[in-house]
T-cell receptor, first 113, second 116 residues
Framework: KAGVTQTPRYLIKTRGQQVTLSCSPI?????VSWYQQTPGQGLQFLFE???????NKGNFPGRFSGRQFSNSRSEMNVSTLELGDSALYLC????????????FGNGTRLTVT | AQTVTQSQPEMSVQEAETVTLSCTYD???????LFWYKQPPSRQMILVIR??????QNATENRFSVNFQKAAKSFSLKISDSQLGDAAMYFC?????????????FGTGTRLQVTL
C-alpha cells in the first residue's frame, strides 16, 4: 500500500505570494491532518479534515487554509506569505478512531525569501 | 492545555547498547494516548510505539519498549541493541481522548546519535 504522498518536496516563494501544498493519504484513510514544523516552535497542529469537512483547527491565522476533496486528497494554502512561514509542512492520514495512529508523509519544505 | 516535555535535546549511544529517552507530560485527563515517533533525515515521521493510558502494561515493539508511569506522568522510551539506523530525532506525543483524534501535542524532540 502506498504511503502518504506530499508534493512538492521543496518550494521557494517570495514574501506576499501564496502557496498550495498537496497531500494524498493512504488508500482508505479519510482523515487528513496538517502540521507545521519549525526549529523554534516545533511541531504544531494546523488543521484536520474528514470527509471534506474541517473538524479542527489549530492556532494559526486565517492566511492558513485547507480543503479536502471527495477522494480524500487534501490541499493546504497559505496566502500572503511571511518569512516566518518558512517551515516543513507535514501531512498525516489515519483511519477513524482514537487509537488509530497517524501516518505521515515526507513533508514539503517551504522557504520564504 | 496539555504539554509534553522532552528534557534531553541530544543523546548518544554506542551500537548494540541500550538507551532511554525521557518524556514527561502534563494533563488533567485520565484516559489518553501516548506515542513515540521517529524522524530520520528523510523527514518522514515514523510511529515507533504507542500506549493507551488505561493499560497498565508497558507497550513493547521488538527492540523498543516504554516505561509508562501514569502517576508520575512519565513516558520514557528504551531502545535496546541500538543500531545505526536508529539515529534520528525522536518525538514524544500526547493525544487527548476528547476532540479530534488527529491532534497530537508533540515534545521538542531528542536527537539520538548512534556511534560505532
Amino acid at each position: 500500500k502506498a504511503g502518504v504522498t506530499q508534493t512538492p518536496r521543496y518550494l521557494i516563494k517570495t514574501r506576499g505570494q501564496q502557496v498550495t501544498l498537496s497531500c494524498s493519504p493512504i488508500s482508505g484513510h479519510r482523515s487528513v491532518s496538517w502540521y507545521q514544523q519549525t526549529p523554534g516552535q516545533g511541531l504544531q497542529f494546523l488543521f484536520e479534515y474528514f470527509s471534506e469537512t474541517q473538524r479542527n483547527k489549530g492556532n494559526f491565522p486565517g492566511r492558513f487554509s485547507g480543503r479536502q476533496f471527495s477522494n480524500s486528497r487534501s490541499e493546504m494554502n497559505v496566502s500572503t506569505l511571511e518569512l516566518g512561514d518558512s517551515a516543513l509542512y507535514l501531512c498525516a492520514s489515519s483511519l477513524q478512531g482514537k487509537n488509530s495512529p497517524l501516518h505521515f508523509g515526507n513533508g514539503t519544505r517551504l522557504t520564504v525569501t | 492545555a496539555q504539554t509534553v516535555t522532552q528534557s534531553q535535546p541530544e543523546m548518544s549511544v554506542q551500537e548494540a547498547e541500550t538507551v532511554t529517552l525521557s518524556c514527561t507530560y502534563d494533563t488533567s485527563e485520565s484516559d489518553y494516548y501516548l506515542f513515540w515517533y521517529k524522524q530520520p533525515p528523510s523527514r518522514q515521521m515514523i510511529l515507533v510505539i504507542r500506549q493507551e493510558a488505561y493499560k497498565q502494561q508497558n507497550a513493547t515493539e521488538n527492540r523498543f519498549s516504554v516505561n509508562f508511569q501514569k502517576a508520575a506522568k512519565s513516558f520514557s522510551l528504551k531502545i535496546s541493541d541500538s543500531q545505526l539506523g536508529d539515529a534520528a530525532m525522536y518525538f514524544c506525543a500526547y493525544r487527548s481522548p476528547t476532540g479530534t483524534a488527529s491532534k497530537l501535542t508533540f515534545g521538542t524532540g531528542t536527537r539520538l546519535q548512534v556511534t560505532l
